[in-house]
Every structure is written in structure tokens, then in C-alpha cells.
């Protein structure tokens, strides 16, 4: 199994309590240390034996692939989105479609680390606070392990596929009247209280199940490292994910270039956008967070100083979209490739637009979009900006009216 520690990200003292989600001297994030002179001696060949997907990378990995509670995640596609290129002005486009996961996001890639690892200390119970995806994977996952699942889920804003999902999966789905920041708080305090075990991306075993999307993006792409990636920006686990998977494949040796890491937030829930335009190392909290894109409507990012650091360190950038720029760059992807995100996801789509017309990315780019989550999680914003089915009579002549034949 890979050798691995629990170190502080902020004061580097190594942790030896697994059950703590922050450090017990100084509060600070937690990290996993991976030993990685083993793969120094390998390549990325050796690797290919596996199948694409999470657990080809398992040198990487802090759990044993012994003990893995896996529903075959990851191994999601990597578009060459000629159509959509050409849409936006630039040369070469790429959509990594997360979307296709086992519960339809990029969260399987974490929680089937997360789970494990759960496993592996005999864990009963586990929870997390969720927009949606994350509980809907956990429910799935936990289901899989034979474990009680526990979701907080803000009231009234989540997405009826999540939402669904959580409820199929069998997990107890608390509905908290409060918005995530809040949720997150009080799932936090049953977990400080040993009550359960916390599978958000503040325990640091989730975000090293997550870094596989650059993994497979860098793999897909035979090691010829993309200029530039844009994601969604939540919580933060995801870009923090990604940030510590590059520095890892750099110190093996594996690629000596750093793709941008380029953070699209939504306008109305933007604490990391908006400290990247003030220049500030820690997010700008947002108290009342809104936007229609529900799984990124977070103000109080718990990765937040990790994602700034993800995107000074690479070079990348930050900004913001609106909910009208998410819709038509869902509408868009939809209309060009064929491939049906959820408005999260759109982010990214509706970020390359925007910083395409600022200047900000050149034509020449090679630019990978990551498309976290599936359209289908949420019918209700497709059904609402679209138009809506045609009353048909059952009659040839009324088909033919219709379709101006
Ligand atoms: N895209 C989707 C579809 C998401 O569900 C999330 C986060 C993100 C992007 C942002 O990722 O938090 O790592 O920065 N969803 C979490 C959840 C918060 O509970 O499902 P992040």
C-alpha cells in the first residue's frame, strides 16, 4: 500500500488522529502527504495495465486498493469539442465530461476514496453537508459499503436528481434550514463529536480520490499537458484536488508543464473570485450566497485558501458568470456537442466564453473545460429554459402543420 501521512497544510505538523478534520494545533486545513519515491522509478505505462479510471492511479492513493468500495468511477471522456471551439473562437477545446460518472458528478472520484478509507477504520456511520452531488454519492457509496448515511442538505435548494438520489439510495436525508455554510457547520459539529464520519473535502482523504480527473485528463491527452483548465469552483476540494495532483506529477518527474487552473464562480456566491480580483490570499465570505446554479451556491468555501493558492501557483485566474451566461452556455454545449451538463458545470463553458472576449485566454490556447455534473440532476432549470412541448392532435395532417411539412 502507498506510504502516506496527515500533515497540517498551514503549519506542516503531522497529524495522527483520524478522526480530526483540521489540525489539532493550529486549525489549519489538513493534506495528504504521499510517499512518492516508488513511482519515481516507474512510468506512466506501467500504470495502463488498469483500466482508465480512479484506481489506475492507486500509487497515488492513501488506501489500500485491497480494501476499495468501487462502483467503476471515473474513466469519464475527454471531448475534442471541435463545434464548440469553433463557437468560442479558439483552436483547441477539450470537454472532460464528469458528468458521466457512476451518480452522474465528479464526486464518485472522491467518495470511492472517501468510502474506503472509512472502511478501512471500521466506520458505522458516515455524513456529509451537500449541495446535492456530494450526497448523492455518499448515499450511493455508503449503500455499496453496507454503511448508515447520513446527508444535510440546505432546504429547498437542491436539485430534484440529487435529491432523489440521496432518498433512492437509502440515506437518513436531513433537510436543514439553513443554506450549505450552515448545513456543513452542524455536520461538522456531529463529526467533532465522533458521531459520524465526515466524507466532505475537508477530511483529506476525499480530494486525493478527486485529483484522478487530472490524472486522466494529462492520460488522455498522452502527457501532452493542456495550457489551460477550467472548472466550477464550490467549496474549493475539487480545484485544490487538481492543484495537488500536478505538483505530485511534476515531482515524479511525469510532466515538467503547469496547466492554468482557471476558477469560474457564479456572480451571486463568488468569495474566490472575488478575493483573486482584490489580490487577497483568503476568500471574501459570502453571507447570503445565490444563484441558480445550486451545487456551487456556497459563501464560505472550506478549500477556499487552497483554490487561491491553486491559482496564483499555476498562473491561472478567477472570475465570475452570470446566471444568464450559465443557461445559454449550458443551451450551447447542448446545441455543439450533443453533451448535457448540469448549470455548475455550464460554468466553466460560460467562463471560457468570457475570458476569451477579455483577452484574458488566447485563441491558440489548448484548453480542457471540466463538466463536474450531469444535466440530467437537475430537469427543472432544462424545462424552464426551454420551449415547451407542442400540443399534438393524433393525425398526420396536425404533424405535418406542425413541423411545416
Ligand atoms: N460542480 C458540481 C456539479 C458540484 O456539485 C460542485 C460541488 C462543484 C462543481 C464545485 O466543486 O465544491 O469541489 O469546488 N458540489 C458540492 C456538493 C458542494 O455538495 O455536491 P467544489
Not at 152 to 160: C, D, E, R, T
Not at 247 to 268: H, N, S, Y
Request: net charge neutral; glycine share 8%.
Amino acid at each position: 500500500m502507498t506510504v502516506h501521512k496527515i500533515v497540517c497544510w498551514d503549519c506542516g505538523a503531522d497529524v495522527n488522529d483520524p478522526y480530526v478534520n483540521t489540525c489539532p494545533k493550529c486549525g489549519g486545513l489538513l493534506s495528504v502527504k504521499i510517499d512518492l519515491e516508488p513511482i519515481k522509478e516507474m512510468k506512466p505505462k506501467d500504470l495502463r495495465k488498469e483500466p482508465l479510471g480512479v484506481w489506475r492511479y492507486a500509487p497515488f492513493l492513501p488506501v489500500d486498493p485491497a480494501n476499495k468500495v468501487s462502483i467503476q468511477e471515473g474513466g469519464t471522456p475527454l471531448y475534442k469539442t471541435c463545434r464548440l471551439a469553433e463557437e468560442v473562437g479558439l483552436s483547441r477545446a477539450y470537454v472532460k465530461f464528469d458528468g458521466l460518472n457512476p451518480t452522474g458528478s465528479f464526486k464518485d472520484r472522491g467518495m470511492t476514496v472517501g468510502v474506503s478509507r472509512a472502511k478501512e477504520l471500521g466506520a458505522k456511520i458516515v455524513g456529509c453537508a451537500s449541495t446535492g452531488n456530494t450526497s448523492a454519492s455518499l448515499a450511493a457509496y455508503a449503500a455499496k459499503a453496507d454503511m448508515k448515511c447520513a446527508v444535510f442538505l440546505p432546504s429547498g435548494k437542491v436539485a430534484a436528481g440529487k435529491l432523489a438520489q440521496a432518498l433512492f439510495y437509502g440515506a437518513k436525508v436531513l433537510s436543514v434550514d439553513g443554506n450549505f455554510d450552515e448545513a456543513l457547520d452542524l455536520a461538522r459539529k456531529m463529526a467533532d463529536a465522533r458521531k459520524l464520519y465526515l466524507l466532505n473535502s475537508i477530511n483529506p482523504y476525499r480530494p486525493e480520490g478527486q485529483k484522478s480527473v487530472l490524472f486522466e485528463i494529462i492520460d488522455q491527452l498522452e502527457y501532452d499537458v493542456p495550457d489551460r483548465i477550467i472548472l466550477p469552483v464550490g467549496n474549493a476540494g475539487n480545484i485544490s484536488a487538481i492543484h495537488k495532483a500536478i505538483q505530485e506529477l511534476k515531482e515524479v518527474g511525469w510532466i515538467d508543464k503547469v496547466p492554468m487552473l482557471t476558477g469560474i464562480q457564479a456572480a451571486g456566491a463568488a468569495p474566490i473570485a472575488k478575493a483573486f480580483d482584490a489580490e487577497k490570499i483568503d476568500f471574501i465570505p459570502e453571507d447570503h450566497p445565490e444563484t441558480i446554479a445550486t451545487a456551487i451556491r456556497i459563501g464560505n468555501p472550506v478549500s477556499g485558501r487552497k483554490a487561491l493558492r491553486a491559482i496564483y501557483d499555476t498562473g491561472g485566474y478567477s472570475t465570475t458568470v452570470t446566471d444568464e451566461e450559465i443557461v445559454d452556455s449550458q443551451r450551447l454545449l447542448g446545441k455543439t456537442e450533443g453533451v448535457c451538463v448540469e448549470p455548475a458545470s455550464a460554468a466553466s463553458i460560460a467562463g471560457l466564453r468570457k475570458l476569451i472576449s477579455a483577452g484574458v485566454i488566447d485563441r491558440d490556447e489548448k484548453v480542457v473545460c471540466i463538466c463536474t455534473g450531469n444535466g440530467l440532476k437537475d430537469p427543472d432549470t432544462i424545462i424552464k429554459s426551454s420551449p415547451s412541448p407542442i400540443p399534438c392532435k393524433n393525425s398526420v395532417e396536425e404533424v405535418e402543420r406542425i413541423l411545416s411539412l
